[in-house]
């Protein structure tokens, strides 16, 4: 890699070969940096690896010059780029992982009598903490059926608890990540500030789940 | 075909449990939730400068409290983070 960030700005900005010279040369570190980037998402021996890797690098070099103008200088410029590579590949990828799962519950939303978790899976067998941890379950549960819309809660439920990608939350309802996050972020304070209202803060009822954690263990 | 209309009627009126280290996690998300957080695209346009902030040693906690928060809260924003700086691995060790 030759070039520096001005350099790369210089070549990329210009036109005719010295911008075609420029694109190679990205799309060749591009392809070098992918498969390490994308490791721990993608294995090399998949099938598709080498469309993938090969796609994610266009749609990139793509993006790079639709948005160069945008790029501020706080980083290098291959930093900015790998950014934008990394979301275009991990949102391909995590598309292509959930395509065959159904979200028929996010666009109907949950039923509102229901009370999607109620119990632990594997409770603790000390039956004091069992009660406080149960009581901290339903308190919780009650601020969720509560202070929620079914859309936050079924929102919630799925990035949360699930954890559905936003992203293909977002593809499914049409809805870009952005608004999701919003969605979670109001659905996470109005339940804060019911726990704050009944007088158990989160950080109390985490102590209780973490105090006890390691009165256990030791 | 009835035993599997059984088990759905079952599934149905039983609550699903849900395992203490999730909800744990879950109430840690509460403890850490703030009036104002930014944006999953104000995250992406700060990233690079983050990530390299955090690899030259710096304290981005504080120097960048908002971008840090934000990964906390957002699982797709961390793996991206994770990829990119799996990126900025790769690239010391192809191109240094």
């Known amino acids: ?218 | 075909m009835l035993r599997r209309i059984i088990n759905w009627f079952n599934k149905k009126q039983q609550p699903q449990p849900i395992h203490e280290k999730k909800f744990a996690s879950m109430i840690e998300m509460l403890v850490k939730t703030e009036a104002h957080e930014i944006s999953c695209n104000d995250v992406g346009d700060a990233l690079a400068e983050f990530a390299e902030l955090h690899r030259r040693g710096q304290d981005v906690k504080h120097l960048m409290p908002l971008v840090h928060q934000h990964l906390e809260m957002c699982p797709d924003c961390r793996e991206e983070y994770d990829a990119l700086m799996a990126a900025l691995d790769a690239e010391a060790e192809l191109y240094s």
């Open chain 1, 1 to 218: 890699m030759q070039r520096d960030t001005s350099s790369w700005l210089e070549d990329l900005h210009a036109e005719g070969v010295q911008q075609a010279n420029a694109l190679d040369d990205l799309r060749e570190v591009l392809m070098r940096i992918l498969p390490k980037a994308l490791s721990r998402w993608l294995e090399s021996s998949d099938p598709h690896f080498d469309a993938l890797i090969e796609d994610i690098a266009q749609e990139t070099m793509l993006r790079v010059l639709e948005r160069l103008d945008t790029f501020k200088g706080n980083s290098k410029f291959t930093t900015w780029v790998y950014t934008i590579a990394v979301r275009i590949g991990l949102s391909k990828l995590r598309l292509k992982k959930w395509q065959e799962v159904s979200l028929d519950s996010l666009k109907s939303g949950p039923n509102s009598d229901s009370s999607p978790f109620m119990q632990f899976s594997a409770p603790t067998n000390n039956p004091e903490v069992s009660v406080e941890r149960a009581n901290a379950l339903a308190l919780v549960m009650t601020a969720i059926e509560q202070e929620l819309t079914p859309y936050q809660r079924a929102v919630m439920s799925a990035v949360v608890l699930e954890g559905i990608p936003m992203d293909v939350i977002a593809q499914r309802l049409g809805k870009d990540r952005n608004t999701l996050y919003k969605v979670i972020h109001d659905a996470r304070l109005k339940i804060k500030h019911f726990l704050e209202r009944s007088g158990h803060p989160p950080q109390e009822l985490l102590a209780l789940f973490n105090r006890r954690d390691q009165q256990m263990e030791s």
